[in-house]
């Protein structure tokens, strides 16, 4: 029975989910309240995770004794680590702790890279930044008249933002005939200044819709607490227990896959040559805000999960890189999709199971490992890129 309490212990990892996720350097907990404050919902406390003895998503047993009822109860957060040691990882700590954020990092990767080809291809990167940022109004409108967190409203709101600002990017830069990246500069940041007044005005840090879990998101805190084995996987009723960002992120990627599919090629068209598109009397810029929605719902669905400095990270990296190496149309959209699953796949892996893996006291923030590889993406494919170039005219000269 001692065993079974271990969440996760290698080298005397602390084993409650709230713990290890706190090991992992997660920046927010959703539900929890900020500055200290103990709460008896808080996810992984043994409050809000306790399911009922024998029933679906029973909870891990203790540490210690205190006969069967005990013995079916959360350990309380704050209560010393594992005993006796190491206890290796089981499958269903990684069903509990590390499925959910792992897929969440895959989903919001391949959704932002297949859109971040288009913006690269379009030579408009900074739009993707500048969605990214400007839909925080939205979000938090949407939470503020409806009350609730729910996926659909600050979906709404966000496409609302979303589009806002793009037609206001178009105004300000013909009215003012300001550069672009001037006019896109201008708007996002007074969109995002203005959600973040709004977040402090509406009552969103009550929830922890925070600066924190703006910028870094909460990926190290999603937890599907009614995993109980590889049997869950099959098991409808404790499928209902994943996090709901999974099925936005999910909803959406699908969404986004099957649009691109429809309007491949005039899609390709307005990246490559938008006057040709126009001339054949195609809707350029009816496909232009279409473009500028679906990558203002990515972002929104990955907002929550990853944060908005990722966001733009999964739109720009994994693109520029393909574009460094491929000039094929195909490759560089369908590319950008698989390089930025990968990228969001073995930077939360390399963040935190790995290590633990391992038996090294290491937990690295997932976001800032998922950004860190996609940099060090981009500066391989330049440099092959240069290797290659310095290669043909090489071989041109000797010819």
């Keep these: 029975m001692a065993g079974a309490a271990r969440t996760r212990g290698p080298r005397g990892r602390p084993c409650a989910p709230d713990a290890a996720r706190r090991r992992r350097g997660a920046p927010c907990r959703p539900g929890a309240p900020r500055g200290g404050a103990s709460s008896a919902g808080r996810r992984g406390d043994g409050h809000r995770l306790r399911r009922p003895a024998g029933g679906p998503g029973r909870a891990r047993p203790a540490a210690g004794g205190g006969g069967a009822a005990a013995a079916r109860t959360l350990r309380p957060a704050g209560q010393p680590a594992c005993p006796g040691g190491e206890a290796p990882v089981t499958i269903r700590d990684f069903l509990m702790l590390d499925l959910p954020p792992l897929l969440a990092a895959l989903m919001a990767g391949a959704t932002c890279g297949l859109l971040g080809s288009f913006l690269v291809l379009r030579r408009e990167s900074l739009v993707g930044d500048a969605l990214s940022h400007a839909v925080l109004p939205g979000i938090v409108l949407g939470f503020a008249i409806t009350g609730a967190r729910s996926g659909l409203p600050m979906l ?100 986004v896959a099957v649009v691109v599919a429809v309007l491949w090629r005039p899609l390709k068209l307005i990246c490559f040559d938008p006057g040709y598109a126009a001339a054949l009397g195609m809707p350029s810029r009816a496909l232009e805000f279409g473009l500028a929605l679906l990558v203002a719902a990515a972002a929104v669905a990955a907002f929550e999960s990853v944060g908005s400095i990722l966001v733009v990270a999964m739109l720009v990296c994994p693109a520029a890189a393909l574009r460094l190496m491929t000039d094929r149309y195909g490759a560089q959209v369908l590319g950008g999709a698989a390089l930025g699953a990968a990228l969001g796949g073995v930077g939360y892996a390399l963040a935190g199971p790995v290590p633990a893996a391992l038996g090294l006291e290491l937990s690295l923030n997932a976001a800032g490992v998922i950004g860190t590889l996609g940099g060090l993406m981009v500066a391989a494919a330049a440099l092959v890129r240069a290797g290659v170039t310095r290669g043909r005219q090489g071989r041109a000269a000797v010819a």
Aim: charged share 15%; proline share 3%.
């Design 156 to 255: 709404a709101g966000a496409m609302v933002a979303g589009l806002l600002a793009v037609v206001l990017i178009s105004v300000v830069q013909r009215a003012a005939r300001l550069d672009p990246g001037a006019a896109i500069g201008a708007i996002f940041t007074t969109f995002f200044a203005v959600g973040l007044v709004l977040m402090e005005t509406t009552g969103a840090r009550s929830v922890d819709l925070d600066l924190d879990c703006v910028l870094f998101g909460q990926l190290e805190t999603l937890v599907w607490a009614q995993a109980e084995g590889l049997h869950s996987l099959v098991d409808p009723a404790a499928l209902e227990g994943l996090p709901r960002q999974l099925g936005l992120l999910a909803g959406v990627g699908i969404v």
